[in-house]
């Protein structure tokens, strides 16, 4: 079993900057993919953003430009980093990793960006 674990949320201003953590632990052998997914209130949850086990990236449109995701393979560990923050950018974000073949996902951290 794979457990996933987010970190990382909380409230802040809009233009600033939070950097959310997801940890993979358990019995993996491997991930080959990690991402980013969030749902704002009364909205269907979105893609963020993705990576790839070779490193490729995927971005909404909507975060280009200010988010940045990451990985470190040694620690099953993910981030984003969230740059320039607006209201709109308020959700729960959940962190779905790939392991073994499997997607499992993390219960989700609150962001919330006040105006």
């Known amino acids: 079993q794979v457990q996933v674990v987010e970190s990382g949320g909380g409230l802040v201003q809009a233009g600033g900057s939070l950097r959310l953590s997801c940890a993979a632990s358990?019995?993996?052998?491997?991930?080959?993919?990690m991402g980013w997914y969030r749902q704002a209130p009364g909205k269907q949850r979105e893609l963020v953003a993705v990576?790839?086990?070779?490193?490729?990236?995927v971005y909404a449109d909507s975060v280009k430009g200010r988010f940045t995701i990451s990985r470190d393979n040694a620690k099953n560990t993910v981030y984003l980093q969230m740059n320039s923050l607006k209201p709109e950018d308020t959700a729960v974000y959940s962190c779905?990793?790939?392991?073994?073949?499997?997607?499992?996902w993390g219960k989700g951290t609150l962001v919330t960006v006040s105006s």
């Open positions: 990576i790839i086990s070779g490193g490729r990236t």
């Open positions: 779905k990793v790939n392991a073994n073949w499997v997607d499992y």
């Open positions: 358990g019995s993996i052998v491997s991930i080959n993919v």
